[in-house]
Each structure stands twice: as C-alpha cells, then as structure tokens.
C-alpha cells in the first residue's frame, strides 16, 4: 500500500465518532424528564384546584375550610411576626433530639439481636409485644414519672423512632448472604471482619429505610405529644387555632408540618442515594 493510500484512511477517531442526537430525540428526552418531574405534583395541585373552586363557589363554609389565599396571609403573617419560626423551632429540637436518642438505642439494639440468637430469642418476643402499645398510651405512665416537661416529649419522640430502627437493623442483619459468610469462613476472616466487611454492607439499604421509618413516626409523634401537653409547637399551634376556631390558623400549621416533613424525608432519601452511589464507586474502583 502506498503513502497516498495510507493518509486518505480516516482516522480512529473520525471512525468511532458517534451521530449527534437529532432534534426530535432532544425533544422528546426534555418531555420526559418535564413528566418525570411534574408528575409528583399533579395530585396535590389538583386538591388544590379543587380547594379553591369549593371556596369560590361557596360549596364549604369559610368557617369550615378557609380559602387557600386566607391560609396564605396567615402563614405570612405569622412569618412576619416571627411566631412561625418560634414554633417551628421548638418543634425540630425536639424531634432532632427524640429522633437521635430513639434511632441510637434502636440500632444498638437492633444489632445485638441480630448479631445474636440468644439476645433476640430473650429480647424479641416482649419487644414485639411492647411495640403494638400506641404513643398515647404511654403518655400517662411517662407522665407519672417526668411531669409534663420536655423530657416527656424527648421520651415519647424516641420511643416512636427505636421501634422502626430496631427491627429494620435486626431485617438487615439477618438478610446477609449466606454463601458471602461461607466465603468469609474460607478466607480466615474473623467474627469482627465478617461484620465490618460482610454483614454490614448488605444491610446499609434496610438501615436507611429504618432510619427514614423512624423519623416518620419520631415526627408524628412529636405532633401528637405537641397536641396534648405543650405550649409551643406546631402541634400546639394547631391545637390553639381549633380552640379559638381559626381554622385558617390550624390549615397553615397543618400546610408546615407536612412540608418540613417531606423535606427531611427528602433529605434522607439523597443521603441514602450518594451514600451507597459512593460505597458502589468506590468498589467499582477497587476492581
């Protein structure tokens, strides 16, 4: 093959070079990712919708259900006289404070019984049977004990968090791979090894959507608690609009507690998401 033969070949990169995406699969790669997005807000702002045309149209009682921009004002206005965030406030020390007492207690239990059969064989059977009793049937046994301080709040706020956190810790042990441990065995690897290298990382998953359990119930609990033995809150803040009947008052309060805590269970939800985005590049890596 000559010279001038040679230099007419294409280059390597010119041969490997992809086709840019055409317009029409841009397109259609931007509606989807608008659906995706817009999808979650399709119910919410259909209640909405319906919110606001039940109040034009006078088919519920103001008194009953205030107009959307009723609430609004008096959310703003409680904004703007710093009420909302003193409310506020008090609400997430105490759900930060139970949760964390709550989640602790409960991944140290969760993975005594599950790293032994004894422990869970004593432990499990009166745990499960403890755990059926509902938050507001402890109030007035814990009542008795700490009074109607905040320790009653901390204890009812953690005892809400454990149970999830417990059992999903003692699921996620359980469900290590059994050939995994076996391979573990082959390898010499000792008790602590196995657990730090085997069993833990197969339950990072479980013990996240404990943690997200957790606070779930750590956070309707605090709104129960708030609602019958406090003096700030949201949940009193609720509690002290339906007993002035400000309903706008109680909707507003209703409308925060329900968006702190979708943004908290959004916020676990992306830590969980890089956490084991990270274990798995990193792994990846490794190889």
Do not use: C
Request: aromatic share 8%.
């Amino acid at each position: 093959m000559s010279a001038d033969a040679t230099a007419t070949l294409p280059a390597p990169a010119e041969q490997a070079a992809t086709p840019p995406l055409s317009t029409g699969s841009t397109v259609q790669h931007l509606l989807h990712r608008t659906t995706a997005v817009l999808e979650p807000l399709w119910l919410p702002l259909t209640l909405l919708a319906l919110w606001t045309l039940g109040a034009a149209q006078g088919w519920i009682s103001a008194q009953v259900l205030p107009p959307p921009l009723f609430v609004l004002e008096t959310l703003q206005d409680l904004a703007a006289s710093g009420d909302l965030w003193l409310h506020v406030s008090a609400s997430l020390q105490r759900v930060l404070v139970g949760f964390a007492v709550g989640s602790l207690i409960g991944l140290a239990l969760g993975t005594a019984m599950g790293l032994s059969r004894s422990v869970e064989a004593y432990v499990l059977p009166s745990f499960n049977a403890l755990v059926q009793i509902p938050v507001l049937a402890w109030l007035p046994f814990v009542l008795l004990l700490v009074g109607i301080g905040e320790p009653l709040k901390y204890i009812l706020i953690a005892k809400a968090a454990l149970v999830p956190v417990a059992l999903n810790t003692l699921q996620g042990f359980r469900q290590s791979p059994v050939n995994l441990r076996e391979v573990g065995e082959v390898y010499g690897y000792t008790r602590r090894q196995q657990v730090l290298e085997i069993v833990l990382p197969t339950a990072v998953p479980t013990l996240f959507t404990g943690i997200r359990l957790g606070f779930t119930k750590a956070w309707l609990s605090l709104v129960v608690v708030e609602l019958v033995a406090s003096s700030e809150g949201l949940g009193y803040l609720i509690v002290y609009g339906r007993q002035l009947f400000q309903l706008d008052l109680v909707m507003a309060a209703v409308i925060v507690v329900g968006a702190i805590g979708y943004a908290i269970d959004r916020l676990l939800d992306l830590t969980e998401r890089r956490f084991i985005g990270s274990r798995v590049a990193s792994a990846e890596g490794a190889h």
